[in-house]
């Protein structure tokens, strides 16, 4: 009977890597955020808490409340051209990860920001508005496959919140920034 078991094991640990792939879903190209990993971060999992009994514990008035949970984003690498706004075919990609996410049943009713962010080079005027035309360029793109116009607000902030502010020039300061911001979009 052991030989039989041995066998079975040996052919399970051969499998392995075989049913584990089965079961990922494929990858996405370099450098892309799945709609599944867009999800988790602007959804992240709900931490379950036991309730305890209040054992005849009161509130007073002078008990801070509770503060609103902080809203969830995500740093997306929408790749524009030199000073422009036009969404590339790499952008393309990712975006269409993006779209999935939002209309899935989890993010399907939330309202989003687009932030678009530069990175230092150049005047903070000029940057603010290339920042914002193309967070209305992913918007437009959203809107245009199948994410409702009423559910994106955009937003340029230009170089101000640099993802790399030891780096001013650095590429990944040129972003996409989602923000949830948790209203029912009903």
Same mark, same amino acid.
């Given at each position: 009977?052991?030989?039989?078991?041995?066998?079975?094991?040996?052919?399970?640990?051969?499998?392995?890597?075989?049913?584990?792939?089965?079961?990922?879903?494929?990858?996405?190209?370099?450098?892309?955020?799945?709609?599944?990993?867009?999800?988790?971060?602007?959804?992240?999992?709900?931490?379950?808490?036991?309730?305890?009994?209040?054992?005849?514990?009161? !509130?007073?008035?002078?008990?801070?409340?509770?503060?609103?949970?902080?809203?969830?984003?995500?740093?997306?690498?929408?790749?524009?051209?030199?000073?422009?706004?036009?969404?590339?075919?790499?952008?393309?990609?990712?975006?269409?990860?993006?779209?999935? /996410?939002?209309?899935?049943?989890?993010?399907?009713?939330?309202?989003?920001?687009? /932030?678009?962010?530069?990175? /230092?080079?150049?005047?903070?005027?000029?940057?603010?508005?290339?920042?914002?035309?193309r967070a209305e360029?992913?918007?437009?793109?959203?809107?245009?496959?199948?994410?409702?116009?009423?559910r994106l607000a955009?937003?340029?902030?230009?170089?101000?919140?640099?993802?790399?502010?030891?780096?001013?020039d650095d590429p990944?300061?040129? !972003?996409?920034?989602?923000?949830?911001?948790?209203?029912?979009?009903?």
């Open positions: 009977m052991m030989p039989k078991y041995r066998v079975f094991m040996t052919a399970m640990v051969a499998a392995w890597p075989i049913l584990v792939q089965a079961a990922d879903p494929p990858p996405a190209p370099s450098g892309v955020q799945t709609s599944e990993q867009i999800e988790q971060a602007l959804h992240p999992p709900q931490m379950h808490t036991r309730a305890f009994g209040s054992r005849g514990l009161t !509130r007073s008035d002078s008990d801070p409340p509770e503060p609103p949970p902080a809203p969830t984003s995500i740093n997306l690498n929408i790749p524009f051209d030199h000073n422009s706004s036009v969404i590339t075919p790499q952008a393309e990609v990712q975006l269409k990860q993006l779209q999935k /996410a939002l209309t899935g049943a989890s993010l399907g009713k939330d309202k989003f920001e687009v /932030a678009g962010h530069t990175d /230092a080079k150049g005047r903070a005027d000029y940057n603010k508005q290339l920042s914002y035309k360029a992913v918007k437009q793109f959203l809107v245009a496959n199948g994410v409702g116009a009423g955009t937003v340029g902030f230009g170089s101000e919140h640099l993802l790399s502010p030891d780096q001013p990944r300061n040129r !972003r996409v920034e989602i923000r949830d911001l948790g209203v029912s979009a009903q």
